[in-house]
Nanobody, 116 residues
């Protein structure tokens, strides 16, 4: 069973940046970051797939977020720039089925707060 542990969340003012990281207990080919705003459903924001080598971004993350992985360290990071209050909420690292946003394992989540 794969274990995922997120770190690096916190509070920032609008326009600021944060980097969150996910430590993975074993190598997994396809990983993603999800965002869940207050009272909203969890949605994928960025996905990374070793087979295609190119990150995939949802509209919410396109141009502002960058997903990356360090295979040796078994970490998957999400660099978030130009953050806005609507980016606030919980961020979850997940194992996903390649080519989809369908998750099979989740981290515990980490809080990100963006103030206006």
């Amino acid at each position: 069973q794969v274990h995922l542990v997120e770190s690096g969340g916190g509070s920032v003012q609008a326009g600021g940046s944060l980097r969150i990281s996910c430590a993975v207990s074993t190598y997994v080919s396809c990983m993603a970051w999800f965002h869940q705003g207050p009272g909203k459903e969890r949605e994928g924001v960025a996905r990374i797939e070793s087979a295609i080598g190119v990150p995939v971004y949802a509209d919410s993350g396109q141009g502002r977020f960058t997903i990356s992985r360090d295979t040796a360290k078994r970490t998957v990071d999400l660099q978030m720039n130009s953050l806005q209050p609507e980016d606030s909420g919980m961020y979850y690292c997940a194992v996903v089925k390649c080519g989809t946003w369908s998750a099979s394992a989740w981290g515990q989540g980490i809080q990100v707060s963006v103030s206006a």
